[in-house]
């Protein structure tokens, strides 16, 4: 199969985050007097946008709607101020993205965080790779696995679902590949585990990002 586009999840396979989203969310826990969460934690509480990640944060005893909205609000204050204290391009990103722009392929990245930071991050953090497209979470109804922005990516694209492919760390970045039409690539260097790509459908798996460049071939 040729592939004409790619599709990238950000946090977890583009982006290492995880430090800062940690430290940002257990500062709003600590103001409300609620205990704090090891960063190794909020691997299993991002992924699906960030009122998610503060309804997991919060003990189960404080998850109503009031409680978790303040935490969502809080917590939107708290990580614009420390987002880019830690996070950074894992190894070889940037330098697989110069060759897919070489390459002359399509490029977007689809993230469940607000669409002001994932745009801002992708600015700052990946200077230079100029993404055909970005988006991030503006509707809660459209946050991943919802397959409406990446097909409306590929249509932006004027690319076929069928050639492309979608990267991500996360059974949701497969779920939303699948829903789309598209290849699902899982890396393995991100937030989940392997057996989690696996049983969520990837038809591939990488364990560096140079081995995407594998199956343009």
């Known amino acids: 199969m040729s592939y004409e586009a790619i599709i990238f999840d950000l946090d977890g396979t583009l982006l290492d985050t995880l430090t800062d989203i940690a ?10 007097g609620l205990p704090a969460h090891p960063a190794r934690d909020y691997r299993f509480f991002v992924g ?3 009122a998610e990640l503060a309804r ?8 109503d709607a009031v409680t978790i909205d303040s935490a969502l609000n809080a917590m939107r204050g708290e990580y ?10 894992y190894p070889g990103v940037r330098a697989l993205l110069e060759d897919l722009t070489a390459r002359g392929l399509k490029l977007g990245v689809l993230s469940s965080k ?12 990946l200077p230079g790779i ?18 409406t922005n990446a097909l409306a990516m590929a249509a ?16 949701v970045d497969i779920e939303t590949a699948r829903r789309a039409g598209m290849h699902p690539v899982g890396v393995t260097w991100g937030f989940r585990p392997r057996a989690e790509l696996i049983a969520a459908g990837a038809l591939s798996l990488i364990d560096r990002p140079a081995e995407l460049l594998e199956l343009l071939r």
């Open 114 to 125: 607000p669409d002001e930071f994932a745009r801002l991050m992708v600015e700052r953090l």
């Open 23 to 32: 430290a940002a969310m257990n500062r709003v826990l600590a103001a409300r």
């Open 48 to 50: 699906n946008g960030m």
């Open 56 to 63: 997991r944060a919060l003990p189960e005893d404080c998850r």
């Open 130 to 147: 100029n993404f055909d497209a970005v988006v991030g979470a503006t509707c809660p109804a459209l946050i991943k696995p919802d397959p």
């Open 80 to 89: 614009a101020r420390c987002w880019a204290e830690s996070s950074k391009p």
């Open 156 to 171: 932006g694209f004027g690319v076929s679902p069928a050639a492309m492919l979608f990267v991500g760390d996360s059974a």
